[in-house]
């Protein structure tokens, strides 16, 4: 069967999600209890799974493809630290020309599956100035742009055997799971760029403006990125706990007299600097859990 590609999907039914969890369920018997949807250049998460079964997402009944340069397009069934996981290497975007159903499919799959624990992670522009390029950032909270112009994932009819109507968002982001991290990193020598924020999603794909940035830091945002909250927010209806980590790989440019320019082989090369500390920060948690 091919891909769900269309940006005209408008949603999908219980029925269609089903069917792809259940194919993954007939060609592998994990059955994984954490996710991992990798960022731009992190996708190397999922070579840290031992016994691993690897799936093209365009082999996946009704998945979507991923066509962004650093995210391969598989999604990697397998063990970490002895606990059941399925990364995904690479995600989906609204820039990719994707509706906002289709770049969240998978986490109501993950659901059906049996995942109960969601780890999103990504590379953001920072935004704070305290911040560092090469900082992780825990996210604490999102400030969610596209869901103040409609854009939200929930809109529309209401499947009650994924979630409520309303679903509470002021703890979207596992405080358990952040105080968990947090000890990884002092232990794995990661606390010194360790930071903790409130991450700001915008849709993409052109970096923000100067005038943006500083109204995104007077709205109270500590990075910028184009993904992850609309995951989340899918996640927390499903009644999934979630972590989610920014990698901070560019500051972003608020003054106009600046020469610096945001671009994508920038962030991939900060990504490739700090993978293997993010990798290291990620499995020493999940063995936590």
């Not at 990661?190 to 109204?215: H, K």
């Amino acid at each position: 069967m091919e891909a769900a590609s269309s940006s005209s999907q408008c949603s999908y039914s219980y029925e269609e999600y089903n069917e792809t969890a259940d194919w993954l369920m007939t060609q592998t018997e994990k059955r994984p209890k954490v996710a991992i949807i990798c960022g731009s250049g992190l996708g190397g998460l999922a070579e840290l799974l031992d016994d691993k079964i690897i799936f093209p997402y365009k082999d996946i009944p009704r998945f979507p493809t991923s066509t962004v340069q650093g995210h391969a397009g598989q999604l990697v069934f397998g063990k970490l630290q002895g606990c059941e996981c399925v990364c995904m290497q690479g995600r989906f975007h609204f820039y990719e020309g994707y509706n906002i159903h289709t770049v969240t499919y998978p986490v109501r799959v993950f659901f059906l599956l049996g995942v109960e624990i969601l780890i999103v992670t990504n590379a953001a522009g920072g935004l704070k100035d305290s911040y560092s390029v090469g900082d992780i950032m825990l996210i604490k909270d999102h400030i969610n742009m596209p869901g103040f112009a409609g854009q939200n994932p929930l809109c529309g009819h209401n499947e009650k055997r994924f979630g409520e109507r309303f679903p509470c968002m002021s703890d979207a982001y596992d405080r358990e799971l952040r105080v968990l991290a947090r000890q990884a990193a002092e232990e794995q020598g990661c606390d010194s760029f360790l930071q903790e924020g409130v991450y700001c999603m915008l849709a993409g794909p052109t970096y923000e403006t100067i005038a943006e940035c500083r109204a995104l830091q007077k709205l109270g945002a500590d990075a910028v990125g184009m993904s992850t909250v609309p995951e989340v927010v899918v996640a927390r209806h499903c009644g999934l706990r979630v972590l989610g980590l920014s990698l901070i790989t560019n500051k972003v440019v608020t003054d106009y007299d600046s020469t610096e320019r945001a671009n994508h082989k920038e962030v991939l090369r900060t990504t490739e600097k700090r993978a293997k500390d993010l990798q290291r920060l990620v499995r020493h948690l999940i063995s936590k859990l």
